[in-house]
């Protein structure tokens, strides 16, 4: 009990602490291979920083919702991170729910963030509501399919367990099933980041912008809340994605030495798959908005497929 | 007393004041002086009724045995009985777990002339409907129940057509009352089936009957129920009446029509599959279940495409009636391989949705009815901004809008999460290829709960949110305090049953019992941790009240931290960036049709958009006067179909005109011939 609260407080400094490092990082490593100098890795602590000073410019056509988005937000993406195991082979807060909660968590704030974006009376916030919505409304379906797939192997949906069952397993990242998993995940994970070729980030172009334009009108500690909450669902996205697929770094026990090590090899991991998204952004154009369905449905075919072969195979 | 004595005291207690409340409105709705006040006064029978009613259910929720009651033989030889057995027992609650709060709302809603010229009559009616539903689950027989049927059939047609000076009303209500009848007919054809084999009329000899059928026989009258109890309930493509029907209603009615009176269906389904087939072939399951995912994708994305309120509301009734025959689906496919108790996991996850739905859907109705009330139209384009007039309404349709978004930790969560577990669990049961259904089930249950948050994004956004769009939503203000109460109750409600879930699930043990003879609470909820746990082999758990409280303390925190920062840095209310035009109007915001724009390009190949451009210039193309602007979808599958019946229909009307060529002769003739037949069957040995 005392050691899973421990262990909560542990991560959720974590995803707080790591999670702008992780932005920064992939900013950086995207200007450099664009042949661009590009901001300092620690420029995002800066923003949030600089934000958390600033006083607040509040829409006035907004209400209550508008107020409350950020806070909800920001407090649902951060109990979906302490749903999943990061550094040991358990989820701090695995008994009050699974990967199933995790995605619903999710929904949560986006849900609220999408109402905030409407509340504003702007055509921009109207706009990056809809797209959003549509867009995580399609995805929703490719994730379910590769985490069921991940799921059945293991006959649980508690991502420690999985994680575990994995592990015990043995190798089994080339199992068809798992290679189609992943492959699924992976383009769920650039569209519910807003990654090119689904969203660009560092765009200001209001026609283009998806996330940006829901949160056009937010300023100050506000905004702050919900850029660090998008950073810190990025980080919970890659850890999944991580920690699903290559579980073995995972520390079983509660040794210090064993639980650093583990940690590093965490942060190698989550930086390895930032950096494969890093190369899918700088190598791909953004989309036009009703090709990104496509996208999606390659990738429920893929989640699809793996869960078939899943049947076909079995998990091994 | 014990608790089965005090379900049947409460039992008849209800049913007293149901038909009490009726009856008086006959002389009543006589008296010229009668008013809004005695109309108040009828629906204090309905509110103390279904407070009876609850009670009712709950005790027989704890008898260890069904309180039973046969009359004696009537004339025509039936002994018609009750039975309020644990299945009874939970639909009887949900009954009353939604009409009290609809009553208590229909106080000061009634006072808005929500019943027409006829108050008072319209209030009995309320009663009459309540007593006719609380029959319907509590029938035990054959007669009885049908009787009971059609009684509620008519309560409900008369309900809804309150305002029948106007066309829509009455072409909702007739397309309600056709296939109601087409329904009834096979519930009829398949009633009867079953008594054939059954040797008996009461629904106890029926119990298992469909596995004494021989293997046709049995499949034709489990189809013919499925499909007769799927038309009420509103399974696509047998739901054409309900988005037209539901509407029309006043809303505290369509709150009833949407939250119980579809839910007879679910009942009927419930009832046939799980307690007169004890066993069905898993294609029986395969039936159930893709009509589930069915409708629950197409009700949702139709519901999508609405920019009537009320009738957005009414396409999420179809796909939620589809998230439970998922549940339901998924549990017949368990049983017929062999894991009841898995089986139960799924029926408990279709009967615990039936429950939440009626409440978040009656109170997503009742809020819809303080909206249209004060914004005088159905249609979201022409609200807007509301939630500065009207806050506390905003709330509570905020709070059912995410309830049936199925977001933590409300109830949807908990019952879309059940169900998950079970159809994750239904994985590992068989070899078969049919458990590949299982998730992908699954997935196009996300699917669907996803473009359910999207749809509700909408609805709440578009109506509540922003800047007014008409002057009516701009003057909107606040509903009275009666109306107020009754959403109070029902968005209680739905915290409550989410947070508190852990707790309510064993009180399925009695059904589960009953239909499947296991229980899942033991394995299912462990008490330490107040979590639900998925039985062994445990796939996993989650727990609303510990999410809830984290939630809060995680967004309370940063909170407390602003407001106290707040006072050393400034902060200002400014306009909102609007592209350097003069200044943002409504007319610059999102419309419902737009923000549903890109799902209606995206699944184009299921609504057929269709759009029309046509300005209108002097000079040239450059400068329009006047633009119009067309743009329309494929209505949803059934319709057609519904539109052959509705032709058939005429066609043999007209025929069967000629019969009554109003000629003397001719009827005397018909008298002979009949005569002559019935003494030839009659004499006959």
């Known amino acids: 009990?005392?050691?899973?609260?421990?262990?909560?407080?542990?991560?959720?400094?974590?995803?707080?602490?790591?999670?702008?490092?992780?932005?920064?990082?992939?900013?950086?490593?995207?200007?450099?291979?664009?042949?661009?100098?590009?901001?300092?890795?620690?420029?995002?602590?800066?923003?949030?920083?600089?934000?958390?000073?600033?006083?607040?410019?509040?829409?006035?056509?907004?209400?209550?919702?508008?107020?409350?988005?950020?806070?909800?937000?920001?407090?649902?993406?951060?109990?979906?991170?302490?749903?999943?195991?990061?550094?040991?082979?358990?989820?701090p807060l695995s008994q009050f729910g699974g990967v199933l909660t995790l995605v619903y968590l999710l929904a949560l704030g986006r849900f609220f963030?999408?109402?905030?974006?409407?509340?504003?009376?702007?055509?921009?916030?109207?706009?990056?509501?809809?797209?959003?919505?549509?867009?995580?409304?399609?995805?929703?379906?490719?994730?379910?399919?590769?985490?069921?797939?991940?799921?059945?192997?293991?006959?649980?949906?508690?991502?420690?367990?999985?994680?575990?069952?994995?592990?015990?397993?043995?190798?089994?990242?080339?199992?068809?099933?798992?290679?189609?998993?992943?492959?699924?995940?992976?383009?769920?994970?650039?569209?519910?980041?807003?990654?090119?070729?689904?969203?660009?980030?560092?765009?200001?172009?209001?026609?283009?912008?998806?996330?940006?334009?829901?949160?056009?009108?937010?300023?100050?500690?506000?905004?702050?809340?919900?850029?660090?909450?998008?950073?810190?669902?990025?980080?919970?996205?890659?850890?999944?994605?991580?920690?699903?697929?290559?579980?073995?770094?995972?520390?079983?026990?509660?040794?210090?030495?064993?639980?650093?090590?583990?940690?590093?090899?965490?942060?190698?991991?989550?930086?390895?798959?930032?950096?494969?998204?890093?190369?899918?952004?700088?190598?791909?154009?953004?989309?036009?908005?009703?090709?990104?369905?496509?996208?999606?449905?390659?990738?429920?075919?893929l989640g699809a497929l793996a869960l078939i072969s899943t049947f076909l195979f079995g998990v091994r | 007393m014990d608790s089965t004595q005090a379900a049947c005291t409460a039992y008849l207690l209800a049913l007293g004041l149901f038909a009490a409340g009726w009856l008086l409105s006959l002389p009543l709705h006589m008296w010229r002086g009668a008013s809004v006040r005695v109309a108040a006064l009828l629906n204090g029978f309905a509110l103390a009724g279904s407070i009876a009613a609850a009670a009712a259910g709950a005790f027989a929720l704890a008898a260890p045995e069904p309180w039973r009651w046969a009359a004696p033989e009537t004339l025509a030889g039936f002994r018609f009985s009750i039975r309020l057995d644990a299945l009874s027992a939970f639909f009887l609650v949900s009954l009353a777990a939604l009409a009290a709060p609809v009553s208590v709302y229909a106080f000061g809603y009634i006072r808005h002339g929500a019943y027409g010229r006829s108050p008072v009559m319209r209030s009995g009616l309320l009663n009459a409907l309540l007593g006719a539903l609380a029959l319907i689950f509590t029938a035990g027989h054959v007669v009885l129940f049908l009787?009971?049927?059609?009684?509620?059939?008519?309560?409900?047609?008369?309900?809804?057509?309150?305002?029948?000076?106007?066309?829509?009303?009455?072409?909702?209500?007739?397309?309600?009352?056709?296939?109601?009848?087409?329904?009834?007919?096979?519930?009829?054809?398949?009633?009867?089936?079953?008594?054939?084999?059954?040797?008996?009329?009461?629904?106890?000899?029926?119990?298992?009957?469909?596995?004494?059928?021989?293997?046709?026989?049995?499949?034709?009258?489990?189809?013919?129920?499925?499909?007769?109890?799927?038309?009420?309930?509103?399974?696509?493509?047998?739901?054409?009446?309900?988005?037209?029907?539901?509407?029309?209603?006043?809303?505290?009615?369509?709150?009833?029509?949407?939250?119980?009176v579809i839910k007879t269906g679910i009942y009927g389904i419930a009832r046939v599959c799980f307690d007169f087939y004890r066993e069905m072939p898993p294609w029986a399951g395969l039936v159930v279940l893709a009509a589930g995912v069915v409708s629950g994708l197409l009700g949702v994305l139709y519901a999508l495409m609405e920019h009537d309120l009320k009738r957005l509301l009414a396409f999420h009734s179809i796909e939620n009636i589809g998230i439970i025959l998922m549940g339901f689906g998924g549990s017949l496919l368990l049983r017929s391989y062999g894991y009841p108790k898995l089986g139960a996991l799924a029926l408990v996850a279709g009967l615990f949705h039936t429950l939440n739905h009626a409440l978040f859907k009656g109170l997503l109705f009742l809020g819809a009815g303080a909206v249209v009330h004060a914004s005088h139209t159905r249609n979201m384009e022409e609200m807007g901004g509301l939630i500065r007039g009207m806050p506390r309404t905003a709330l509570y349709f905020l709070v059912g809008a995410a309830a049936i978004s199925g977001l933590p930790p409300l109830n949807g969560f908990v019952s879309e999460w059940l169900t998950y577990q079970a159809l994750l669990a239904g994985f590992g049961t068989t070899t078969e290829i049919t458990r590949v259904a299982f998730p992908v089930a699954g997935a196009l249950l996300a699917l669907t709960a996803a473009l359910a948050a999207a749809c509700f994004v909408k609805a709440f956004g578009i109506t509540f949110l922003a800047?007014?769009?008409?002057?009516?939503?701009?003057?909107?203000?606040?509903?009275?305090?009666?109306?107020?109460?009754?959403?109070?109750?029902?968005?209680?409600?739905?915290?409550?049953?989410?947070?508190?879930?852990?707790?309510?699930?064993?009180?399925?043990?009695?059904?589960?019992?009953?239909?499947?003879?296991?229980?899942?609470?033991?394995?299912?909820?462990?008490?330490?941790?107040?979590?639900?746990?998925?039985?062994?082999?445990?796939?996993?758990?989650?727990?609303?009240?510990?999410?809830?409280?984290?939630?809060?303390?995680?967004?309370?925190?940063?909170?407390?931290?602003?407001?106290?920062?707040?006072?050393?840095?400034?902060?200002?209310?400014?306009?909102?960036?609007d592209c350097g035009l003069p200044a943002l109007t409504a007319s610059n915001e999102y419309t419902a049709t737009g923000f549903s724009k890109s799902i209606r390009m995206i699944f184009s190949a299921v609504f057929r958009p269709r759009r029309e451009i046509q300005p209108q210039f002097e000079a040239s193309p450059y400068f329009p006067s006047q633009i119009r602007f067309e743009s329309e979808i494929r209505p949803a599958p059934g319709a057609s179909l519904l539109a052959g019946a509705q032709e058939l229909l005429l066609w043999v009307a007209k025929r069967a005109r000629q019969i009554q060529a109003g000629s003397l002769h001719a009827y005397l003739a018909y008298i002979f011939v009949t005569l002559i037949l019935l003494l030839l069957f009659g004499v006959r040995p």
């Open chain 1, 1 to 91: 009990m005392i050691l899973s609260a421990i262990a909560a407080v542990v991560q959720a400094l974590l995803l707080l602490l790591a999670s702008p490092l992780i932005t920064g990082l992939i900013r950086t490593a995207k200007a450099r291979l664009q042949n661009r100098r590009g901001p300092s890795p620690l420029q995002p602590y800066r923003d949030l920083h600089k934000l958390l000073r600033k006083g607040v410019v509040e829409p006035e056509t907004a209400s209550a919702v508008f107020t409350a988005a950020p806070f909800v937000v920001f407090a649902a993406t951060l109990l979906a991170g302490l749903l999943i195991p990061t550094v040991a082979a358990s989820a």
């Open chain 2, 147 to 260: 009787a009971a049927w059609e009684a509620g059939v008519a309560a409900s047609y008369f309900l809804m057509t309150a305002t029948h000076e106007e066309g829509e009303t009455r072409h909702g209500g007739w397309l309600f009352i056709l296939m109601s009848r087409a329904g009834a007919g096979m519930m009829y054809a398949g009633l009867l089936l079953l008594a054939a084999f059954a040797g008996s009329l009461d629904f106890e000899e029926f119990s298992g009957a469909g596995n004494a059928m021989p293997g046709a026989a049995a499949a034709a009258a489990f189809l013919l129920l499925f499909f007769g109890f799927g038309i009420k309930a509103g399974i696509i493509p047998l739901h054409a009446w309900l988005p037209a029907a539901h509407p029309v209603a006043p809303s505290h009615v369509s709150a009833l029509l949407s939250g119980i």
């Open chain 1, 113 to 301: 963030l999408a109402l905030a974006a409407l509340d504003t009376g702007s055509s921009f916030g109207g706009m990056g509501s809809s797209r959003e919505m549509t867009i995580a409304a399609l995805a929703e379906p490719a994730l379910m399919m590769a985490v069921f797939t991940a799921a059945l192997g293991a006959g649980s949906t508690d991502p420690g367990r999985m994680a575990q069952v994995a592990i015990f397993e043995g190798w089994r990242f080339l199992a068809p099933s798992q290679m189609l998993a992943f492959a699924a995940l992976f383009i769920v994970l650039l569209a519910e980041t807003g990654r090119i070729p689904v969203d660009n980030p560092a765009t200001h172009l209001e026609l283009t912008m998806i996330h940006e334009a829901m949160i056009l009108e937010y300023s100050g500690p506000w905004l702050a809340l919900i850029e660090w909450s998008a950073w810190i669902r990025q980080m919970v996205l890659l850890t999944l994605l991580a920690n699903l697929f290559f579980p073995f770094t995972l520390a079983s026990g509660p040794g210090v030495m064993e639980l650093l090590a583990a940690g590093g090899l965490y942060l190698l991991k989550i930086l390895v798959l930032a950096g494969a998204v890093v190369l899918v952004e700088t190598t791909n154009a953004k989309m036009r908005l009703f090709r990104v369905p496509e996208l999606l449905a390659v990738a429920f075919v």
């Open chain 2, 467 to 577: 800047m007014p769009r008409s002057e009516h939503a701009r003057q909107a203000t606040e509903c009275g305090p009666a109306m107020r109460a009754g959403m109070a109750w029902l968005a209680l409600a739905c915290v409550v049953l989410g947070l508190g879930a852990p707790w309510v699930i064993p009180a399925f043990d009695g059904v589960t019992l009953q239909l499947l003879k296991t229980r899942i609470s033991l394995s299912g909820v462990s008490w330490s941790t107040a979590a639900l746990q998925a039985p062994p082999p445990r796939t996993g758990s989650a727990s609303p009240l510990a999410l809830g409280l984290l939630l809060a303390s995680f967004s309370l925190a940063p909170w407390i931290l602003w407001r106290l920062r707040r006072r050393r840095v400034s902060h200002r209310v400014g306009p909102v960036w």
